[in-house]
C-alpha cells in the first residue's frame, strides 16, 4: 500500500500539545516496528499510552471469537492477514467497523462484548460494498472510513472513484454513492492523484462533511451531498517525511495525526488554520496504520452541556426502514410535556418540525410527502426546555 511501508521517521523538535481525549480505537502491528496491520488497541492520547489490547491474530486468553450468529470463529474470520487501512467508530453501537485491504467485506467488532471475555465479529458480504478490487490494483482498495454527523458510515477507495455509504442497524443498508468530483478551486490538486491524495483517513465534521486528510498531508473537505472534494490546503509545521495513516477528532474538534511510519509523537492539527503541534507519544508505542473514535471535526465539549443523557428505549420507531415515507413514534416512556420532532436530512436541513403533546398521545404517526428523498435521516426529540432527549436514524427506503 502506498500508506504504508515507509521507513522509521526522526520527529521534528517543536512544542508540545496536551489534551484530555476520549477512548480512540488504534489498527496497529502486532509488534513494535512491525507493518502488518493485524491488530486493535485502545490509545488514550492525554498520555500517549497504549492501554488495552483489544484484538491481535495471536489468539488471546480468555477471549472467544463468536459471529453474530452465535457461532465460533476463528482469527483468520476477523483479519486474514492483508491489514487494515479503513476503520470507523460508532459510538451509538460502540462497534468499530473496518474492511480489510484488497478484501469486498464489511466488518465490525462489538467492543462492548470483549468485557465478558467474547468478542461478537459481524461480516457483511453484500456485493454493493465490494470495489472489484484485483491483487494487484490499489486504486480500488478501501483506506479511508469515518462516520458522519448524521450515523451513517461512509468508505473510500484510494482513488476517490468509489464511495459507499453504510448503516448499522439490524438490516443495514449499503449504497454505492459513485466517484468525488474536484472542485473548481482545486486547480493542480486532485481528489484523484495518487501523488497527492490517495491513503491517509477520513473524519466527519459537525456540519455533515467529511474531512479527508491524505497520506501527503493534503486536506479535502467533501461534500456528500453533491459528492464534492474540495482541497483546502496542506497540513503546516509537519515534518517534510511524515505520512499521515490515521486521524480522527479530539475532544474540542481538533484533529489528531497518527502514522505508520512514526512511533514517536503525533500531531494535534487546527482545522481551521491546518496548523500541527506535536504530541509526545507514550514509552510503550506502535505504528498506526487508522485511528477512530466518536468525535467530530469543529465540535466543542461546550456544545452539549445543554443536553441531556438520551436513554434509549425511552423512544422507539417503527418501522424502520419507513413504508411509504411513514413511520410512527413511540413516546409511552417519556415524561407528559411537549415534546419537537426535528427530522433533518444528510446535509444537516430540516425537513420537519412537529410539536407533540405527550399528555394526550404516546404515539405520533409521521407521514413525508412522496417526495421525499431516498436516504438516512436523523430524527431528534427535543423537551420544553431545548434539550435533546433522544436521537435516532430513520431510513427512508
Not at 452465535?70 to 453501537?93: L, P
Not at 500531531?267 to 491546518?274: K, Q
Request: charged letters at 20%; hydrophobic letters at 35%; glycine letters at 8%.
Amino acid at each position: 500500500m502506498k500508506k504504508l511501508l515507509l521507513p522509521m521517521l526522526a520527529i521534528a523538535t517543536g512544542s508540545v500539545a496536551s489534551f484530555a481525549q476520549s477512548k480512540t480505537f488504534a489498527i496497529t502491528s502486532e509488534k513494535k516496528g512491525e507493518f502488518q496491520w493485524t491488530a486493535i488497541r485502545e490509545i488514550d492520547f492525554s498520555t500517549g499510552e497504549f492501554t488495552k489490547t483489544l484484538y491481535t491474530r495471536t489468539p488471546q486468553q480468555n477471549l472467544q471469537l463468536r459471529g453474530t450468529n452465535g457461532s465460533i470463529i476463528d482469527n483468520n474470520t476477523v483479519m486474514s492477514g492483508r491489514g487494515v487501512a479503513a476503520a470507523a467508530y460508532d459510538k451509538i453501537t460502540n462497534r468499530l467497523y473496518f474492511s480489510e485491504m484488497y478484501g469486498n467485506d464489511l466488518k465490525f467488532v462489538d467492543l462492548a462484548s470483549s468485557s465478558t471475555g467474547t468478542l461478537s465479529v459481524g461480516i457483511n458480504s453484500d456485493a454493493r460494498f465490494s470495489t472489484g478490487i484485483k491483487n494487484s490494483d490499489e486504486s480500488n482498495v478501501i483506506t479511508r472510513m469515518a462516520f458522519g454527523n448524521d450515523g451513517v458510515g461512509y468508505a473510500l477507495t484510494n482513488d476517490g472513484n468509489n464511495l459507499i455509504s453504510f448503516t448499522t442497524g439490524a438490516n443495514p443498508v449499503i449504497t454505492k454513492l459513485g466517484g468525488l468530483m474536484d472542485s473548481r478551486r482545486n486547480k493542480d490538486v486532485s481528489i484523484h492523484s495518487q501523488c497527492t491524495s490517495w491513503g491517509g483517513d477520513m473524519i466527519g465534521d459537525v456540519y455533515g462533511n467529511l474531512y479527508l486528510i491524505t497520506m501527503r498531508n493534503n486536506v479535502f473537505k467533501i461534500n456528500i451531498a453533491k459528492m464534492e472534494a474540495e482541497f483546502i490546503g496542506a497540513i503546516k509545521n509537519l515534518p517534510a517525511t511524515f505520512t499521515t495513516n490515521g486521524a480522527a477528532a479530539d475532544d474540542d474538534g481538533n484533529i489528531i495525526l497518527g502514522s505508520a511510519s512514526n512511533a514517536d509523537s503525533y500531531f494535534i492539527v487546527n482545522p481551521s488554520t491546518l496548523e500541527a503541534t506535536v504530541v509526545k507519544g507514550g514509552k510503550d508505542m506502535y505504528n498506526v496504520s487508522d485511528l477512530a473514535n466518536g468525535n467530530l471535526v469543529y465540535q466543542s465539549k461546550k456544545v452539549n452541556t445543554n443536553e441531556v443523557a438520551i436513554s434509549k428505549g425511552q423512544v422507539s420507531i417503527f418501522p424502520n426502514p419507513a413504508v411509504n415515507n411513514s413511520f410512527t413514534v413511540n413516546f409511552s416512556k417519556l415524561n407528559a410535556g411537549n415534546y419537537s420532532l426535528i427530522l433533518t436530512d444528510i446535509n444537516g436541513k430540516t425537513v420537519l418540525n412537529k410539536t407533540v403533546n405527550v399528555n394526550s398521545v404516546s404515539t405520533e404517526k409521521v407521514s413525508m410527502p412522496s417526495s421525499t428523498g431516498k436516504g438516512i435521516y436523523m430524527l431528534r426529540v427535543v423537551d420544553a426546555n431545548g434539550n435533546t432527549v433522544h436521537t435516532d436514524r430513520v431510513v427512508m427506503e
